[in-house]
């Protein structure tokens, strides 16, 4: 299958490229960021057709995870898929996450620093006309990564 290796490194080369950009940033005031923990990355396919998503974690500047996820259309078994440790660490890092859209050409890439609270869940949503959406909630941590 080397064909299909090259075509979802090829698929995700920008995302990889965006998400790069994002690992060393430091907050408007010159200090390093806040570091969050993530605990965990929902895929959910809103649309009527099934897709195929890259997701690719990065931690500390680091890709800890780089995954192709097959879902199945909005509504049937199979249309979300649920990502978290041991896939990728727990533990307070500057992150960055991002999803493409292998069958078409849809990708985003989230920071989860933006938020108050040291806990995020992040989600991805497939949309009903091929697009993705970010999503996240934030929480103060249960004393795991803080």
């Known amino acids: 299958m080397p064909s299909t290796r090259r075509r979802f490194l090829g698929a995700t080369a920008g995302t990889t490229a965006a998400l790069v950009s994002l690992a060393g940033c430091t907050g408007s005031d010159g200090n ?3 570091r969050p923990v993530v605990e965990r990355v929902g895929l959910r396919n ?10 690719h974690v ?4 680091t890709v800890e995870h780089w995954t192709s996820y097959d ?7 199979g249309g979300a898929a649920t990502i978290e440790p041991p896939a990728f660490p727990a533990e307070e890092a500057i992150w960055a ?3 493409r859209l292998l069958d078409g050409d849809a990708q985003t890439t989230v920071d989860p620093r933006v938020h108050d609270h040291t806990c995020k869940v992040l989600t991805f949503r497939v949309t009903d006309d091929a697009d993705i959406e970010p999503a996240s909630t934030s929480h103060e941590c249960d004393g795991g990564g803080e």
């Open 58 to 61: 990065e931690v500390d500047g």
């Open 46 to 55: 809103h649309d009527d057709t099934a897709h195929r998503v890259a997701l």
């Open 97 to 99: 996450v991002g999803v």
């Open 32 to 34: 390093p960021p806040d």
């Open 71 to 77: 879902l199945a259309p909005a509504g049937e078994d």
